[in-house]
């Protein structure tokens, strides 16, 4: 009789594992493939596997990935398996920054204040076409204020809708 117990406890846990796995975002992605997509390819650029990364990355950038688009954005200002490329590094951190961290908005000034005023002037027309193509509204994700684990610091923090 346990044994027959059990396996219904277990049984019922899958369900409810394979509920969760099952949705998909809005573009018909699997809620699965959406995250191990930015975990392999967080995994694989902290492995130095930098080319396999930047596919990762990529794809999950252009899903509206805020983690992806930040590190893609590094990938970018540091000549990891790209030449290195500060226009295309700025529009992907400005897409990332919808999404505020201390440690992003550390980098991100940091990067600003390197940059000539007039390349940042240059960029904002195609600053605001890469949000609306990547950003948040677009993507549809969801954006929402939340204290940092351990911390009062409050941080903005966009999650992929799903269905």
Same mark, same amino acid.
């Given at each position: 009789?346990?044994? &027959?117990?059990? /396996?219904?406890? /277990?049984?019922?846990?899958?369900?409810?594992?394979?509920?969760?796995?099952?949705?998909?975002? *809005?573009?018909?992605?699997?809620?699965?493939?959406?995250?191990?997509?930015?975990?392999?390819?967080?995994?694989?650029?902290?492995?130095?596997?930098?080319? *396999?990364?930047?596919?990762?990355?990529?794809?999950?950038?252009?899903?509206?990935?805020?983690?992806?688009?930040?590190?893609?954005?590094?990938?970018?200002?540091?000549?990891?398996?790209?030449?290195?490329?500060?226009? /295309?590094?700025?529009?992907?951190?400005? $897409?990332?920054?919808? !999404?505020?961290? #201390?440690?992003?908005?550390?980098?991100?000034?940091? $990067?600003? *204040?390197?940059? +000539?005023?007039?390349? &940042? !002037?240059?960029?904002? +027309?195609?600053? #605001?076409?890469?949000? #609306?193509?990547?950003?948040?509204?677009?993507?549809?994700?969801?954006?929402?204020? !939340?204290?940092?684990?351990?911390?009062? &610091?409050?941080? /903005? &923090?966009?999650?992929?809708?799903?269905?």
């Amino acid at each position: 009789m346990k044994l &027959i117990h059990g /396996v219904l406890l /277990v049984a019922l846990g899958l369900t409810c594992f394979d509920a969760a796995a099952q949705k998909r975002t *809005k573009e018909n992605i699997w809620a699965m493939e959406y995250n191990n997509t930015l975990n392999n390819g967080l995994s694989a650029l902290n492995a130095g596997k930098h080319e *396999k990364a930047f596919e990762l990355l990529s794809e999950s950038a252009n899903w509206g990935n805020k983690t992806a688009q930040f590190y893609l954005a590094e990938m970018y200002f540091n000549g990891l398996h790209v030449e290195q490329d500060y226009q /295309v590094g700025w529009l992907w951190l400005n $897409v990332a920054m919808e !999404q505020k961290t #201390a440690k992003w908005r550390t980098f991100y000034d940091r $990067v600003e *204040k390197a940059l +000539p005023t007039e390349f &940042i !002037q240059a960029m904002e +027309p195609l600053v #605001a076409e890469h949000i #609306a193509t990547y950003g948040a509204d677009a993507k549809d994700l969801k954006c929402r204020s !939340q204290s940092a684990t351990g911390s009062n &610091i409050r941080e /903005v &923090i966009c999650e992929k809708r799903l269905y």
